[in-house]
């Protein structure tokens, strides 16, 4: 199961939208209600970190000093380059933590308006085309350093902006929900008059007819950029939803999660010797899960691990299939490979039991897709990663920063 650690400035600034989607990838949200709820270094112990909106300022720290938590939390956030979303004042709190200028803009933006976005750039927010959407601030920033800029409008140049592919800051609304704005025009009603051009009416007649439209596209943003996260969704039968080839096909039963005790597997190792979890404890265990050692990339992955981790003796290096244990013993005398075990779960096929690997449609149905776990002594997994696309390697770096 997935961690959401959401910092929420006011009640009815929730996560509109995005909640629905997250429930689709099996997540669980934790709300910190900011000003009651600590903001600590530990709320990075998560696996999506949400930043919402509030009617506050980020130079209004004297006044809010868990402003200053916030930017520091978010400053150890980017440079672990974890997920990381900030929406309105969570943007402007991300531009400030890497660096740039947020002020009061030269008016005050409340109501559904257009968009202009950066069409030169792998854009998250591509999806909008012309669909207006809902702004509403008075502070605005500049371009951080590093940042690439996504979208803007007359008013504003700077409207989003994204850091690498793990961070998304957007000034305006996409999480509202046409239900949810009726709170807004409560909460929000000595700012509306303040404007002197928004009103009540107005806004609600335009979120009955706007906002509607926006919900499918803004749900398809969120979902499409947590799989940019390597996030994968499971749907109503249980099953997890990846690609071959760019074709769609499932594989079934829960993949584990990082946090948890990983769960136990029946294998035959390639002397025909069982091998289960117990053979494996005080070492740190690399487990790699894929379909054949008879295909490329499979090979290459047992290559590239095996070179990583040669002289690592507090590692166990582990790689699992259904192919059989004489196949494995073949490819190692061919390639050199000796510090790696090598397992079949051809008799049991215990990992698509307890792993949720076997694959369900596509040429490869019934064998196992492209997974990488990696656990510490005491065989708590603190790395894992079913590979969305199977023909694609996995994520070296991360497993093995995972190790350190």
Not at 28 to 47: H, M, S
Not at 49 to 57: D, H, K, N, Q
Not at 378 to 395: F, K
Request: charged fraction near 15%.
């Amino acid at each position: 199961m997935k961690k959401v650690n959401v910092i929420r400035h006011l009640a009815f600034e929730d996560l509109g939208n995005i909640q629905p989607v997250l429930a689709k990838f099996n997540a669980q949200i934790n709300y910190i209600e900011a000003g009651k709820d600590a903001i600590t270094p530990a709320l990075n112990q998560c696996d999506l970190l949400v930043v919402l909106g509030g009617p506050i300022g980020v130079y209004d720290d004297k006044e809010y000093p868990f402003i200053q938590d916030e930017i520091e939390l978010i400053q150890q956030r980017v440079a672990a380059k974890k997920p990381i979303l900030g929406i309105c004042l969570g943007a402007q709190l991300m531009a400030r933590a890497l660096g740039a200028r947020v002020y009061p803009g030269h008016t005050k933006e409340i109501g559904w308006g257009s968009l202009t976005l950066n069409s030169n750039v792998a854009n998250p927010l591509a999806a909008l085309g012309e669909q207006a959407i809902l702004h509403w601030h008075g502070d605005t920033f500049d371009l951080p350093p590093g940042a690439t800029l996504l979208a803007s409008n007359e008013n504003y140049p700077n409207q989003a902006f994204a850091i690498e592919d793990f961070g998304l800051a957007v000034q305006f609304h996409p999480e509202v929900t046409v239900a949810g704005l009726e709170q807004w025009l409560i909460g929000h009603t000595a700012e509306i008059a303040s404007t002197g051009t928004a009103n009540v009416n107005s806004l609600r007649l335009d979120n009955a007819e706007i906002g509607t439209g926006l919900q499918p596209i803004a749900q398809q943003i969120w979902a499409d950029w947590l799989r940019c996260q390597g996030w994968t969704q499971q749907d109503e039968t249980g099953c997890t939803s990846l690609s071959f080839k760019g074709n769609p096909i499932k594989v079934l039963g829960q993949f584990p999660e990082v946090g948890q005790t990983a769960p136990d597997f029946s294998l035959i190792d390639s002397k025909l010797a069982p091998l289960t979890l117990a053979n494996l404890q005080g070492k740190k265990v690399v487990l790699n899960i894929f379909p054949s050692i008879d295909t490329p990339v499979c090979a290459l992955q047992l290559k590239t691990f095996n070179q990583h981790l040669a002289n690592r003796d507090d590692v166990t290096l582990v790689f699992a299939s259904l192919d059989l244990p004489f196949a494995y013993s073949r490819f190692c005398a061919v390639e050199g490979i000796e510090n790696a075990i090598t397992a079949s779960d051809y008799q049991s096929q215990s990992l698509a039991a307890n792993y949720g690997v076997k694959m369900q449609g596509g040429p490869l149905s019934g064998l196992y897709a492209r997974a990488v776990l990696v656990l510490d002594e005491n065989q708590t997994i603190v790395h894992a990663e079913l590979v969305d696309e199977v023909t694609n390697e996995p994520d070296y770096q991360a497993a093995l920063q995972a190790l350190s």
